[in-house]
C-alpha cells in the first residue's frame, strides 16, 4: 500500500511564500506521475500542477503558472510544490496524488488517473 503523506502547510500572509512537500513510501509501485490539487472552502477540488517521477515535464494550472514551482527529489521519494507570491484565493488544503500509468498534456490534470491519495494539508493565506 503506497502512503503519500504532506507537510508544510500553514498561515501566510498574501505575498508570502509556502513550500509543500508530499512523501511517499514506496516507488516500487512505480508511479510515474506526481500531482498537486487543492480544495478552496466551497468549491471542487482542482487541479495545481503536476511532474513526471523522471522530472522531465511539468504541468500547471493557468491560476498558478509562474507562481507555483513543482520539483521531485527521487532520491528521498519527495515531491515539493513552491508557493511564491501567495494570494488569499490560495487558501485551500492541498493534496498530493500518485499515478501509477503514462499519461500526457491536459489529462495530467484530470483526478480519475491518480491511483493513491495523500490527507491533505492546510495552506491559509491572510489579507
Known amino acids: 500500500q503506497v502512503q503519500l503523506v504532506e507537510f508544510g502547510g500553514g498561515l501566510v500572509q498574501a505575498g508570502g511564500s509556502l513550500r509543500l512537500s508530499c512523501a511517499a513510501s514506496?516507488?516500487?509501485?512505480?508511479?510515474?506521475?506526481m500531482g498537486w490539487f487543492r480544495r478552496s472552502p466551497g468549491k471542487e477540488r482542482e487541479f495545481v500542477a503536476a511532474?513526471?517521477?523522471?522530472?522531465?515535464?511539468?504541468t500547471y494550472a493557468d491560476s498558478v503558472k509562474g507562481r507555483f514551482t513543482i520539483s521531485r527529489d527521487s532520491a528521498k521519494n519527495t515531491v515539493y510544490l513552491e508557493l511564491d507570491s501567495l494570494k488569499p484565493e490560495d487558501t485551500a488544503i492541498y493534496y498530493c496524488?500518485?499515478?501509477?500509468?503514462?499519461?500526457?498534456?491536459?489529462?495530467?490534470?484530470?483526478?480519475?488517473?491518480?491511483?493513491?491519495w495523500g490527507q491533505g494539508t492546510q495552506v491559509t493565506v491572510s489579507s
Open positions: 496524488a500518485a499515478a501509477r500509468g503514462s499519461y500526457y498534456g491536459s489529462t495530467r490534470a484530470r483526478e480519475w488517473i491518480y491511483d493513491y
Open positions: 514506496d516507488r516500487t509501485f512505480g508511479y510515474s506521475i
Open positions: 511532474i513526471t517521477w523522471s522530472g522531465d515535464s511539468t
